[in-house]
């Protein structure tokens, strides 16, 4: 559904307050987990199956809880350190860390407690997602003479064939700048703030913007 959620704004002036942006992650639809001997899991997306074994009891918990809802880096890491201790964070963001980049999770960037993007991989592997890129401040960026918009329920969503990923937009503020990015260009400062974002980088090292 769309977002109704109001842009904060500060109560001296009106002026958009800027949230900063977090990276979430979820495991992509029609992914199935299943136990195995011991702490062992097995991910499972179509014919393509990913065999985790001696998980421990933070990085599993971390599996089960990316099935039914979003994390972010902070939600991780509390999680981890609850059920199995501080000293074994690093291990499921090493794990966490691989299922991105060989494209098991999806991705949604949001603003406060309003989602921006979904990034959804269309397929899996190390190839599927595009790489990273850094931006130059001023750049105005247009849109892909390639893009497609269509609509997918009640979100917007972005494919260009050039790239396994569909963008799904649920805030009706990214369908606006789609539609200025696709007319006349867009800078990051003005998208951060008709979406009353922070510029600053996720916490993550994939960014909203990259994609």
């Given at each position: 559904?769309?977002?109704?959620?109001?842009v904060?704004?500060?109560?001296?002036?009106?002026?958009?307050?800027?949230?900063?942006?977090?990276?979430?992650?979820?495991?992509?639809?029609?992914?199935?987990?299943?136990?195995?001997?011991g702490?062992a899991i097995t991910?499972?997306?179509g014919?393509?199956?990913?065999?985790?074994?001696?998980?421990?009891?933070?990085?599993?918990?971390?599996?089960?809880?990316?099935a039914?809802?979003?994390l972010?880096?902070?939600?991780?890491?509390h999680?981890?350190?609850?059920?199995?201790?501080?000293?074994?964070?690093l291990?499921?963001?090493?794990l966490?860390?691989?299922?991105?980049?060989?494209?098991?999770?999806?991705?949604r960037?949001?603003?406060?407690?309003?989602?921006?993007?979904?990034i959804d991989?269309?397929?899996?592997?190390?190839s599927?997602?595009p790489?990273?890129?850094?931006?130059?401040?001023?750049?105005?960026?247009?849109m892909?003479?390639?893009?497609?918009?269509?609509?997918?329920?009640d979100?917007?969503?972005?494919?260009?064939?050039?790239?396994?990923?569909?963008?799904g937009c649920?805030?009706?503020?990214?369908?606006?700048?789609?539609?200025?990015?696709a007319?006349?260009?867009?800078?990051?400062?003005?998208?951060a703030a008709?979406?009353g974002a922070?510029?600053?980088?996720?916490?993550?090292?994939?960014?909203a913007?990259?994609?």
């Amino acid at each position: 559904m769309p977002s109704t959620t109001a842009v904060p704004t500060e109560p001296e002036t009106g002026a958009i307050r800027r949230l900063p942006v977090r990276e979430e992650y979820r495991f992509r639809e029609r992914t199935t987990l299943s136990n195995g001997a011991g702490d062992a899991i097995t991910v499972q997306y179509g014919r393509f199956q990913l065999h985790l074994e001696r998980l421990g009891l933070g990085r599993r918990a971390m599996l089960l809880r990316l099935a039914d809802e979003w994390l972010d880096d902070d939600a991780v890491q509390h999680l981890v350190a609850t059920v199995e201790g501080e000293n074994r964070i690093l291990r499921a963001q090493v794990l966490l860390r691989r299922l991105v980049t060989h494209a098991w999770l999806r991705r949604r960037l949001s603003a406060g407690n309003r989602p921006l993007l979904e990034i959804d991989p269309q397929g899996l592997g190390a190839s599927v997602l595009p790489p990273p890129a850094r931006h130059r401040p001023g750049v105005r960026y247009r849109m892909s003479r390639l893009a497609r918009i269509d609509a997918d329920g009640d979100v917007l969503a972005a494919l260009n064939p050039a790239h396994a990923v569909v963008v799904g937009c649920p805030d009706p503020r990214v369908a606006g700048l789609l539609a200025t990015a696709a007319a006349q260009g867009c800078d990051a400062d003005r998208a951060a703030a008709v979406l009353g974002a922070s510029t600053s980088p996720c916490r993550s090292p994939t960014r909203a913007a990259h994609r």
